[in-house]
Nanobody, 124 residues
Framework: QVQLVESGGGLVQAGGSLRLSCAASGRTFSSYNMGWFRQAPGKEREFVAA????????YYADSAKGRFTISRDNAKNTVYLQMNSLNTEDTAVYYCAANYGSWRFRTIAGYDYWGQGTQVTVSS
């Protein structure tokens, strides 16, 4: 069992930056691949970024490439999402998720555990 708690969301102006954190419980965090998803009002939840358990491979949605960076610190049981050059289309609830041994990084069904989400609002 893994419990995930996101933090770091908030209100930011377009062009600004935020860093989201996701703290995981349990001793086996380093065994889990981690992902970030987001869901805007009236839209489906979508993939943003993912990182393998060892942190050696990362994946990004096209919308995130070049602006967002996913990283993890296994010693702190935490995964991060650094978001730069934010725009109003990035406004959403951001969720972190964990999967054990699945290569389905870009799909919701590939993940076993989810956090409660943190709101990111980008103003124009």
């Amino acid at each position: 069992q893994v419990q995930l708690v996101e933090s770091g969301g908030g209100l930011v102006q377009a062009g600004g930056s935020l860093r989201l954190s996701c703290a995981a419980s349990g001793r086996t965090f380093s065994s889990y691949n981690m992902g970030w998803f987001r869901q805007a009002p009236g839209k489906e939840r979508e993939f943003v970024a993912a990182i393998t358990s060892r942190g050696d491979i990362t994946y990004y949605a096209d919308s995130a490439k070049g602006r967002f960076t996913i990283s993890r610190d296994n010693a702190k049981n935490t995964v991060y999402l650094q978001m730069n050059s934010l725009n109003t289309e990035d406004t959403a609830v951001y969720y972190c998720a964990a999967n054990y041994g699945s290569w389905r990084f870009r799909t919701i069904a590939g993940y076993d555990y989810w956090g409660q989400g943190t709101q990111v609002t980008v103003s124009s």
